[in-house]
């Protein structure tokens, strides 16, 4: 069964700070799919990054970088001088990448409230 | 952004009651999801389509049935509503490579079943 773990409840930081939200996860599947999600306190998902397991390169994007390691089975998201507009839970998901019908199901960690503070 | 619309997109319904939720693409995808979002439990797959007609039961889908008679409406009933199911409801679509397997979200049906 898959699983991914968001051990990071809830984060506090100072604008400008650099923060890193970890994700940890376990699947018996070798190719598979990792994203990142942004929920704002508005309580839409945004969809923010893909990454496939065959992709170990790390990504940037503006003050969003992501970390793909998987000997140690992790997907890490740090957001580079932070600000008050990143306060939002972030989810990092994982989702099977086989055939047929079951394709594409997502399975969640349970989401990282980031506190940007002015 | 993908063109992804849920209706309604808050609701409040009495226990027993019958409710339906729909969700509304317009990217000709072929795999449609329904998940629920409660405190503590991140998100978790109900009911999802890989074709018109053709739907399976995802990690919560007891109380929950849907229906897929198009492309680009999926269907999600609440027999007889409890309190339970007072959750927010997230539909997702994908086209799978043909979208470059990303997977995107509606803005979410807030329910309160009382």
């Known amino acids: 069964a898959q699983k991914v773990t968001q051990a990071q409840t809830e984060i506090s930081v100072v604008e400008k700070e650099d923060v890193t939200l970890d994700c940890v996860y376990e699947?018996?599947?070798?190719?598979?799919?990792l994203f990142w999600y942004k929920q704002p306190p508005s309580g839409e998902l945004v969809f923010l990054i893909r990454?496939?397991?065959?992709?170990?390169q790390n990504e940037i994007s503006g003050r969003y970088s992501w970390n793909f390691q998987k000997s140690t089975s992790s997907f890490n998201f740090t957001i580079t001088a932070s600000q008050v507009v990143d306060s939002a839970v972030y989810f990092c998901a994982l989702s099977e990448a086989g055939s047929g019908g079951s394709n594409y199901k997502l399975t969640f960690g349970k989401g990282t409230l980031l506190t940007v503070n002015p | 952004d993908a063109g992804i619309t849920q209706s309604p997109r808050h609701k409040v319904t009495e226990t027993g009651t019958p409710v339906t939720l729909r969700c509304h693409q317009t990217?000709?995808?072929?795999?449609m999801y329904w998940y629920r979002q409660d405190p503590g439990h991140g998100l978790r797959l109900i009911h999802y389509s890989y074709g018109v007609k053709d739907t399976d039961k995802g990690e919560v889908s007891d109380g929950y049935s849907v229906s897929r008679s198009k492309t680009e409406d999926f269907l999600l009933t609440l027999e007889s509503a409890t309190s339970s199911q007072t959750s927010v409801y997230f539909c997702?679509?994908?086209?799978?490579?043909?979208?470059?397997?990303?997977?995107?979200f509606g803005e979410g049906s807030w329910l309160t079943v009382v």
């Open positions: 699947t018996r599947d070798t190719t598979y799919y």
């Open positions: 990454r496939n397991s065959f992709d170990e």
């Open positions: 990217e000709n995808h072929r795999y």
């Open positions: 997702a679509i994908t086209g799978g490579i043909a979208s470059g397997n990303t997977i995107y």
